[in-house]
C-alpha cells in the first residue's frame, strides 16, 4: 500500500477532563461536567487528522496489550488509518495520559509514556517506510529506542526516494536534548517546535534565534509555532511570520498535532510555504474548539470552507 504519509512515534489513550474552576486541594474532590476517553499522542493525533483531511495515512508505533492499546487501534482503523506499523507488546503498557484542563489557564498533564519508550525502527515493515511521500516523527525525545544509526538509515534512504521527513519533538527536562535534536536534523526537511519547546532546546525565548540554531544545525525549514501568538518559519534567506486564524478555544491538547497535520496536507496538496502554513493554522484553530486532540478538527471539506472564508495574515520579513 502506497502511503501519503507514515507517522511514527507517540500512542496515548487521553482521560479528558472538560475545564474545572481551580486546581483541587490536597483531599478535595472537585467535579467536572465530563471526562471522555480519546486518542492522544502527537502521532496518533495527526494520523487520524490526516485521515479525517482525505490523506492516505498509516501509523507506527509501540502499545501494551491491554485495553487501551486495543482501543488505539480499533479508533484509529475505524478512523481509515493504516495500523499495520503498531507493535503489540506485552513488555510494557500502553501510554495514557490525563489531561486536567482549568478555566483560564493551560492544561496541565499526568502521563505514563509506556510502552512508547520501546518503539524501535524495526517494529515498522521496511514497505511502509519506504513508499510514503511524508515521513512524520511525533514525539521526539519520549522515542529513546528510535534513536539509533538504524533510523537515520531508513530515513536517509527514504529522502533518498523523494520522501520529504518532518520532526516534531516534545517537551523534556533533559540537558543533552539538543544534542539528541542535532543528530536527526541533518536528516530532516522541517522541524516543527513550539515556542516553549524551542526555548529549552535552543537557550533563547526569540523566535528567529530559535530557529537559526536549527537551521545551522542542517535542518532546511523550522516552523516556530507559537498558539495564538503565530508562527514563525525560517529557511536560508526567508523568514515569514504568520497570524493565527480566528477561533473559539476550549482547550489547548492536540493543536500542535493539527497544526503538522494541516501543514502536511497542505504539502501532499501542492501548496508552497504559505499555503502550508494556511493548512496548518487552520487544522489547529479547528482543533482547539474541543477539550480533546481530534474531537472538533476539520475534514477537508470544512478546512476548504474555512480558508475560502477566513483570511490569514502572513508577511515576509527582511
Not at 22 to 30: D, F, I
Not at 187 to 208: F, I, K, M, Q, R
Not at 216 to 222: K, P, R
Request: proline share 3%; charged share 20%; net charge negative.
Amino acid at each position: 500500500m502506497t502511503l501519503d504519509c507514515l507517522c511514527l512515534g507517540l500512542l496515548c489513550a487521553d482521560l479528558v477532563c472538560d475545564p474545572i474552576e481551580t486546581l483541587p486541594k490536597p483531599g478535595q474532590l472537585v467535579e467536572t461536567r465530563r471526562m471522555d476517553l480519546s486518542l492522544g499522542g502527537c502521532a496518533s493525533n495527526a494520523a487520524y487528522d490526516l485521515a479525517h483531511l482525505g490523506v492516505t495515512v498509516g501509523v507506527g508505533g509501540c502499545v501494551g496489550d491491554d485495553v487501551f492499546g486495543r482501543y488505539l487501534i480499533h479508533t484509529l482503523d475505524h478512523a481509515g488509518v493504516n495500523t499495520n506499523g503498531i507493535h503489540c507488546t506485552a513488555d510494557a503498557a500502553t501510554a495514557t495520559t490525563a489531561v486536567i484542563n482549568v478555566d483560564g489557564d493551560d492544561r496541565r498533564f499526568i502521563a505514563a509514556v509506556g510502552a512508547n519508550r520501546l518503539f524501535s525502527q524495526a517494529m515498522v515493515p521496511a514497505e511502509l517506510i519506504e513508499s510514503s511521500r511524508v515521513i512524520y516523527i511525533g514525539g521526539f525525545l519520549m522515542l529513546d529506542a528510535l534513536e539509533t544509526e538504524e533510523t537515520l538509515h531508513r530515513l536517509r534512504r527514504a529522502r533518498a526516494n523523494g520522501a520529504l521527513v518532518v520532526l516534531d519533538v516534545i517537551e523534556v527536562k533533559d540537558p543533552a536534548a539538543m544534542e539528541r535534536v542535532t543528530r536527526f536534523l541533518p536528516y530532516t526537511d522541517v522541524v516543527l517546535p513550539n515556542t516553549d519547546e524551542a526555548a529549552l532546546l535552543t537557550g533563547s525565548t526569540d523566535p528567529w534565534d530559535q530557529a537559526r540554531t536549527f537551521l545551522d544545525a542542517g535542518v532546511s525549514t523550522v516552523v516556530i509555532t507559537g498558539g495564538e501568538q503565530g508562527v514563525h518559519v525560517m529557511q536560508h534567506g526567508l523568514r515569514l511570520r504568520s497570524d493565527a486564524y480566528p477561533t473559539t478555544f476550549r482547550g489547548g491538547t492536540g493543536a500542535g498535532d493539527a497544526f503538522d497535520a494541516g501543514f502536511i496536507a497542505g504539502h501532499l496538496n501542492g501548496q508552497d510555504l504559505r499555503g502550508c502554513l494556511r493548512w496548518g493554522s487552520a487544522m489547529g484553530a479547528s482543533c482547539v474548539r474541543s477539550t480533546s486532540a481530534t474531537g472538533s478538527v476539520f475534514d477537508r471539506a470544512e478546512a476548504l470552507a474555512f480558508m475560502a472564508s477566513h483570511a490569514l495574515h502572513i508577511e515576509e520579513l527582511d
